[in-house]
C-alpha cells in the first residue's frame, strides 16, 4: 500500500528476517497492493534479504483478495499460515480461506479497522520492538 511508510515496511522485513533466523521454514514474500508485484521464494535455510536493501513493488491502493487468488493458483497446498502486513485500509475477501489469515498492523500507526471475523489481528509494537524486549503483551 502506498500509504505505509518505508520505515514500516522495513521494520516489517526486519521482523521476517529475525523471525526466519528462529524458524528457518520456506517462506514465500509476496508483494501485493491492488495487484501482486513481486514473488520470491525462500527455502527453508536460505538467507533472507537485508531490511534496508529490499526493494519495493507497487505502493498503489489495497486490494487483499489478489494474494488469496495467488496462493489457490500457484501453492500446491494450503500455507501454515498467510500474514499480511497491512496498514488495513483496502478490501478483503468475504469468504474465509482454508488456512490462518493474520492482518499485521504497525502500532505507531495503527487505526482501528475492521477485519473479516475469521481473520487474526496482531498489532507490533514497534517501541517495543526496537528495545529489543522479550515480552510484549497485546
Known amino acids: ?16 528476517r529475525a523471525f526466519r533466523e528462529t524458524f528457518p521454514t520456506p517462506l514465500v514474500v509476496v508483494q501485493c497492493d491492488d495487484d501482486i508485484q513481486s514473488v520470491k521464494e525462500y527455502e527453508a535455510f536460505e538467507d533472507f534479504e537485508d531490511p534496508t536493501l529490499v526493494d519495493v513493488y507497487g505502493r498503489g491502493g489495497t486490494d487483499f483478495r489478489p494474494i488469496f487468488k495467488w496462493i489457490d493458483e500457484n501453492e500446491s497446498g494450503s500455507p501454515s499460515i498467510l500474514i499480511h502486513a497491512t496498514d488495513g485500509y483496502g478490501i478483503f ?24 471475523p475469521w481473520a487474526i489481528k496482531l498489532i507490533l509494537d514497534t517501541q517495543a520492538l526496537e528495545r529489543k524486549e522479550d515480552y510484549y503483551e497485546y
Not at 1 to 16: A, K, N, P, V
Not at 93 to 116: L, N
Request: glycine share 4%; charged share 30%.
Open 1 to 16: 500500500s502506498g500509504s505505509m511508510t518505508d520505515g514500516e515496511l522495513s521494520q516489517i522485513y526486519t521482523e521476517i
Open 93 to 116: 475477501p468475504a469468504k474465509m480461506p482454508p488456512y490462518d489469515t493474520a492482518f499485521v498492523f504497525m502500532k505507531d500507526d495503527y487505526r482501528d479497522v475492521d477485519v473479516p
